[in-house]
DNA sequence: GAAACATGCTAAAACGTTTTACTACAGGCC
DNA sequence: GGCCTGTAGTAAAACGTTTTAGCATGTTTC
């Protein structure tokens, strides 16, 4: 049950492996191999079904047409979605993809990064956990390509795909106060990584600019490790505190769901009582009654531009890292349309 | 940037590279190494962080450590979620995964089992298409360890995981008829794949049981490649077109979520004028106005024994294969519960 | 007629492991 | 002294590629 190697080709074809392995990797010309040899190697190696072995390519050459891709959790619609892309996207290039999910545990991330190191992947696409820095420098300093997503590090010059979070945030919150909106609060994670903090600075600055009063009692900041049930309890809390509140912004597409989902236990009605933009789309947001406004992120674009950027990288070392960010779209739907008394 | 080789190792501890392979892969005693030699290299193996490098040991052993899951749609919430679990457990015992989304077509799902095949991955977690019983018998045949899930070739005698359809599609539709309803109606996917056939057999079965009336038009199968548009477009006419509808039960998670967006549309007031049941858990399904019975799979159960299988496979070749079929759980709804009159 | 060059191909090393077959030495036994 | 047994290790091949360096042979060039 052994593969067909360059071996066999070279018996059948009487000539030598190095000869088979110049026409198969189409340096017949550049080796001066005969176009007689050359269209014989050819079809011997077609008629066998001839594939290279990766292994033995890759421990040669320490290529492995492998990148590794890390989420924050793969269980999670946008993250998978934007995996699907990825996996397509790369597959176009001869790429497979690894995969492995850091729960924002810098921990687990580190022992990913730990396998696909010694699995030896041609590069990463990483969505980083809050102290990962030094282990993305560590990669950059030994020229490993890679490409951060969903957020990245000021302070690293890496390449990166990222949404606009604050123009995200901002156009959710602008489009509420348009809608007359008068005391509007965030629900967030607490984190200090750029997609998070982006978002709430987006808050802020659009309340800001229409001069609606912002203190912090607008602003609640969960830990993202707690499960359903304490997410709500927490949500609830909070919303309840909040004098007048008339709307709410949910940062993440679980804390949109969760705040869905608390809100109705409050017995509030949303879009009636209570304005509501959440963040990711989702069939959720969209069928919910009444359906829910939210930023959306394009995944299809996210996705080919990681994996093109990382090409790039693969492809030319040492050209400059590329910064990519894209345009998030607000989608406005009832949970935030203010109804004329 | 090379990493640490058996060989470094050797070098430092004054020793032959065989003696450190002996060594880190645990013979010592076998092979006769001294506690003193053993301690020291292990020491110095620890201190240098050797990891081995796995295309050398995958070339010369044939193991990659690397298992394929082939999914139908990794974006899926359902196979998503099954990814992150499989992920979870296969890390447990060593393994990476490679993976792959099918789309349910039966040339993509064979283009990737070449993909894993020429990248040796040690085992397959297959969702098999429907004319992939040949390969399958391939890979049986050249002693490939491998499992399928979700559905399985009732003609080949292979390792699977699934659930119990039948149950699943039998408890739903007697739950429906325990709640008063008449007619009750079932959209599903035009497929003869073991899944999708028991779920209409467990319907079927369901109805005849109780004596009420079955006929060919209580079903409506899909063609699975449709789109969003077209799905809803085809439920609103098969809807519209039984007489005295009064619930309808869909067959997966997707057909569910168009069949709620369908009926919407069509005025109807689900729970109200016609009970509905889905397929897999939602947060759509529960958070839904009204909420959504549904078929439940236990997902974190079905990812284990897939990978317990597997392992299974993979440590005693030539084992007697397992079939799994677990059951599924009725969660009931509002969208089910009849409102007396 | 020798040097220079072009043509067409190959031998052998290397990548980092694992594993088989062996060596070298010591001690015990008859 | 010869033979066996046991102990502690090692040399070398093998896995399937890629790649460097080079070997014949024939053709120009002056």
């Given at each position: 049950?052994?593969?067909?190697?360059?071996?066999?080709?070279?018996?059948?074809?009487?000539?030598?492996?190095?000869?088979?392995?110049?026409?198969?990797?189409?340096?017949?010309?550049?080796?001066?191999?005969?176009?007689?040899?050359?269209?014989?190697?050819?079809?011997?190696?077609?008629?066998?079904?001839?594939?290279?072995?990766?292994?033995?390519?890759?421990?040669?050459?320490?290529?492995?047409?492998?990148?590794?891709l890390?989420?924050?959790?793969?269980?999670?619609?946008?993250?998978?979605?934007?995996a699907?892309v990825v996996e397509?996207e790369?597959?176009?290039?001869?790429?497979?993809?690894?995969?492995?999910?850091?729960?924002?545990?810098?921990?687990?991330?580190?022992?990913?990064?730990?396998?696909?190191?010694?699995?030896?992947?041609?590069?990463?696409?990483?969505?980083?956990?809050?102290?990962?820095?030094?282990?993305?420098?560590?990669?950059?300093?030994?020229?490993?390509?890679?490409?951060?997503?969903?957020?990245?590090?000021?302070?690293?010059?890496?390449?990166?795909?990222?949404?606009?979070?604050?123009?995200?945030?901002?156009?959710?919150?602008?489009?509420?106060?348009?809608?007359?909106?008068?005391?509007?609060?965030?629900?967030?994670?607490?984190?200090?990584?750029?997609?998070?903090?982006?978002?709430?600075?987006?808050?802020?600055?659009?309340?800001?600019?229409?001069?609606?009063?912002?203190?912090?009692?607008?602003?609640?900041?969960?830990?993202?490790?707690?499960?359903?049930?304490?997410?709500?309890?927490?949500?609830?809390?909070?919303?309840?505190?909040?004098?007048?509140?008339?709307?709410?912004?949910?940062?993440?597409?679980?804390?949109?769901?969760?705040?869905?989902?608390?809100?109705?236990?409050?017995?509030?009605?949303?879009?009636?009582?209570?304005?509501?933009?959440?963040?990711?789309?989702?069939?959720?947001?969209?069928?919910?009654?009444?359906?829910?406004?939210?930023?959306?992120?394009?995944?299809?674009?996210?996705g080919?531009?990681?994996?093109?950027?990382?090409?790039?990288?693969?492809?030319?070392?040492?050209?400059?890292?590329?910064?990519?960010?894209?345009?998030?779209?607000?989608?406005?739907?009832?949970?935030?349309?203010?109804?004329?008394?």
């Open positions: 049950m052994k593969g067909i190697s360059i071996k066999d080709i070279a018996k059948q074809a009487g000539v030598s492996p190095t000869t088979v392995s110049f026409v198969l990797n189409g340096k017949a010309k550049e080796k001066r191999i005969s176009e007689q040899v050359s269209k014989k190697i050819q079809k011997i190696a077609a008629r066998l079904k001839y594939k290279p072995n990766q292994l033995a390519r890759g421990l040669r050459t320490g290529k492995t047409k492998t990148i590794g890390i989420v924050e959790d793969i269980a999670n619609n946008f993250f998978a979605s934007l699907k397509d790369a597959d176009k290039y001869g790429y497979k993809v690894l995969y492995g999910s850091t729960e924002d545990n810098t921990e687990k991330a580190k022992g990913l990064l730990e396998v696909l190191k010694y699995r030896q992947v041609d590069g990463y696409i990483i969505t980083p956990t809050k102290n990962l820095d030094k282990e993305i420098e560590l990669l950059q300093s030994a020229s490993k390509p890679l490409v951060l997503m969903d957020r990245y590090f000021p302070h690293i010059n890496s390449s990166y795909v990222v949404l606009n979070n604050y123009k995200g945030a901002y156009d959710a919150t602008t489009h509420l106060i348009a809608q007359g909106y008068k005391k509007i609060a965030i629900v967030t994670i607490a984190s200090e990584q750029t997609q998070m903090k982006d978002r709430l600075d987006g808050f802020v600055a659009a309340l800001k600019e229409h001069k609606i009063p912002f203190n912090k009692s607008l602003v609640k900041r969960l830990a993202f490790d707690l499960d359903r049930e304490s997410f709500n309890t927490e949500i609830k809390k909070f919303l309840t505190s909040v004098k007048d509140l008339d709307a709410v912004f949910f940062a993440t597409n679980y804390l949109g769901i969760a705040g869905i989902e608390s809100i109705r236990s409050l017995g509030w009605e949303i879009g009636r009582e209570i304005g509501l933009v959440g963040f990711d789309d989702h069939d959720l947001f969209r069928l919910h009654s009444p359906s829910i406004t939210c930023v959306s992120q394009p995944i299809a674009s996210i080919k531009n990681i994996v093109e950027v990382l090409m790039n990288e693969l492809n030319h070392p040492g050209s400059p890292s590329r910064q990519v960010v894209l345009a998030p779209e607000l989608v406005v739907r009832a949970s935030s349309l203010k109804q004329k008394a």
